[in-house]
């Protein structure tokens, strides 16, 4: 850590400050609701958001590598800002759905390019691994503390709640416009003995669906994040099927925050040691088996056993994941790696309480069964996230 380059500690500042300020998708409901609105419709906005999350990250990883990864950056949180500040003086529902699904989109397009800051300014696995550790680090600890000021601030005014999400865009554009700057492009040189030039790659969406290692990270991607976010359905249902409060589902939760908060660098440091696509697998394995024995926890002392345990897998996982795609991404496309890792991030924890939900309704151990199995399910796929070439690479870097 010691080691990283300014652009890091830049965008991983301006992260954390911007997770403090993050307000819209946890109290968007509370204040439709507080408004008259049914919960149906604020399910629809809700929906609205979410897909414009999906469409916003596939949009930002091709600005990212377009316009560069700053300007996309700006594009995103002034927009956004200026769009959420306003929610509050928006009225129908048909045009409340309208803005938040756009602020849906255009929030996102700045993440692929935050992610390319990183993958740009760093050189070897380990330091891409630090720095995506340090960032993920600053957005725990900012979205730890946002929570507790959005509940401070919405107890005094919702469209407060929104102005002031607008103003920390703002911080976090001012920060990225004073002081972070591009990478230079690196050009490749002609042979002294040529006048030969190397064609540029070809670069697109379509050639990164082409990349069957890539498909195979995403759909890893979608199984795993279906199968964490249960950790906001499966459990609390379960929580209080066994006959326990809200207390102490948030006394779990909490637990498990802590422990990210406080053990989650230490672990990258010691499994940066290891092949990543193994850590991979095993984080993915012990987080389906975690959730999955949620199902035979009927007390608190067992309930605690098994945040234990994904916990560990959640840490295993969670800042490699983006580190060791850079590792999978051609020259020329990060940002659309990027963009469309945090779309399948999206889909999965979009898809999860739908689905989870609704299997749940059915039957709860349906619910962990299909947990443990794309628990599995995700730790294969990513035993073949591996380049050829990727032995040699690493051996000599």
């Not at 720095?131 to 957005?139: I, P, S």
């Not at 207390?247 to 499994?271: C, Y």
């Amino acid at each position: 850590m010691r080691g990283l380059p300014l652009r890091i500690w830049i965008i991983s500042l301006g992260s954390l400050i911007l997770q403090i300020g993050t307000f819209l998708p946890v109290f968007i409901v509370l204040y439709l609701t507080q408004r008259g609105y049914s919960a149906w419709s604020a399910g629809l906005v809700l929906g609205a958001s979410g897909l414009g999350r999906v469409v916003g990250n596939v949009i930002g990883g091709h600005l990212s590598d377009r316009i560069g990864r700053r300007s996309a950056i700006l594009l995103s949180v002034v927009t956004t800002s200026g769009l959420t500040a306003l929610v509050p003086d928006v009225r129908p529902l048909p045009a409340i759905i309208g803005v938040v699904a756009l602020i849906g989109v255009m929030s996102q397009i700045y993440r692929p390019a935050m992610a390319a800051v990183l993958v740009d300014a760093v050189t070897s696995p380990q330091q891409r691994l630090a720095a995506f550790g340090v960032l993920r680090f600053a957005q725990n600890l900012g979205g730890a503390l946002g929570g507790v000021v959005g509940g401070v601030v919405a107890g005094i005014s919702y469209a407060g709640l929104f102005r002031v999400e607008a103003g920390t865009l703002l911080v976090f554009g001012v920060i990225v416009a004073v002081l972070l700057r591009d990478a230079p492009k690196q050009r490749p040189e002609a042979d002294s003995g040529t006048e030969q030039t190397p064609a540029e790659p070809v670069v697109g969406y379509r050639q990164a669906f082409a990349d069957r290692t890539l498909v195979r990270f995403l759909l890893m991607t979608v199984f795993s994040m279906f199968v964490y976010i249960q950790t906001t359905v499966g459990l609390p249902l379960h929580v209080h099927e066994a006959g326990l409060s809200g207390r102490d589902f948030g006394l779990l939760m909490g637990l498990n925050g802590l422990l990210v908060i406080l053990v989650e660098l230490p672990i990258v440091s010691v499994v940066s040691r290891y092949r990543p696509e193994l850590v991979l697998a095993l984080g993915n394995l012990v987080t389906g088996v975690g959730l999955a024995l949620t199902g035979c926890a009927t007390g608190m002392g067992l309930l605690v056993t098994t945040v234990l345990i994904w916990t560990f897998g959640e840490m295993l996982t969670s800042s490699i994941l983006q580190a060791h795609l850079a590792s999978l991404t051609p020259p020329g496309m990060v940002g659309r790696y990027q963009g469309l890792f945090g779309a399948a991030y999206t889909v999965g924890t979009g898809a999860g309480p739908i689905i989870g939900g609704a299997v749940y309704a059915i039957s709860p151990w349906a619910l962990w069964t299909l947990v443990g199995v794309l628990g599995l399910l995700s730790a294969v796929l990513c035993l073949r996230l591996r380049r050829p070439d990727a032995t040699v690479a690493e051996a000599t870097s």
